[in-house]
Nanobody
Framework: QVQLVESGGGLVQAGGSLRLSCVAS????????MGWFRQAPGKQRELVAS???????KYADSAKGRFTLSRDNAKDTVWLQMNSLRPEDTAVYYC?????????????WGQGTQVTVSS
């Protein structure tokens, strides 16, 4: 069982920045992909950014140029640096992890951290 502990959410004004962190309680050799998703009220959960153990990243169009995802494989930690935040970035952000050899893209999910961007 992998536990994902998220931190770094909060309230920020439009144009500000936040840095989300996610630490996985699992051997560095088991986790392949880690990602951040978000879900706003009344909307479906969507991928914000993901990164594989090899360092390949993927970003949602809305995140490109503003958000940066980084990873420390030795610590099974990922950071999502969010700059130039907009009110539409307001959502609950979830960290997710996928294991090597799994049929699923993501096997484990964090409990979520609230990000609120005021206009």
């Amino acid at each position: 069982q992998v536990q994902l502990v998220e931190s770094g959410g909060g309230l920020v004004q439009a144009g500000g920045s936040l840095r989300l962190s996610c630490v996985a309680s699992e051997s560095k050799w088991r986790i392949n992909r880690m990602g951040w998703f978000r879900q706003a009220p009344g909307k479906q959960r969507e991928l914000v950014a993901s990164i594989t153990s090899g360092g390949t990243t993927k970003y949602a169009d809305s995140a490109k140029g503003r958000f940066t995802l980084s990873r420390d494989n030795a610590k099974d930690t990922v950071w999502l640096q969010m700059n130039s935040l907009r009110p539409e970035d307001t959502a609950v952000y979830y960290c997710a992890a996928g294991l090597h050899g799994s049929f699923r893209e993501y096997d484990y999910w964090g409990q979520g951290t609230q990000v609120t961007v005021s206009s």
